[in-house]
Nanobody, 127 residues
Framework: QVQLVESGGGLVQAGASLRLSCAASGRTISTYAMGWFRQAPGKEREFVAAISSNGRSTDYRDSVKGRFTCSRDNTKNTAYLQMNSLKPEDTAVYYC????????????????????WGQGTQVTVSS
């Protein structure tokens, strides 16, 4: 079992930056691909970013490309989502997720591919 705890959310103005952290416990995440998702009120949970277990492969939804960066530090058992130039439409609860993988460069975008989820952290961007 992997337990995930997100932190770093908050209320910021448009154009500001936030860095979300996802701290894992229970198992080392060095063989787990990680993902970030978000859910705004009344909307489906959507893919934001994904990173392979070795951190060398990443993918992003189009609307955050160039603004968000996903990274990880396996020595700290933690994944990160750096969010720059935030927009009001980025407002949502952000979740991190993990799944085991044999491929060190594999990443996953479908929500259904992930086995473990954190409780989420609220990000609110005011205009």
């Amino acid at each position: 079992q992997v337990q995930l705890v997100e932190s770093g959310g908050g209320l910021v103005q448009a154009g500001a930056s936030l860095r979300l952290s996802c701290a894992a416990s229970g198992r080392t995440i060095s063989t787990y691909a990680m993902g970030w998702f978000r859910q705004a009120p009344g909307k489906e949970r959507e893919f934001v970013a994904a990173i392979s277990s070795n951190g060398r492969s990443t993918d992003y939804r189009d609307s955050v490309k160039g603004r968000f960066t996903c990274s990880r530090d396996n020595t700290k058992n933690t994944a990160y989502l750096q969010m720059n130039s935030l927009k009001p439409e980025d407002t949502a609860v952000y979740y991190c997720a993990a799944r085991g993988t044999l491929g060190s460069t594999s990443y996953y975008t479908p929500r259904s591919d992930y086995n473990y989820w954190g409780q989420g952290t609220q990000v609110t961007v005011s205009s």
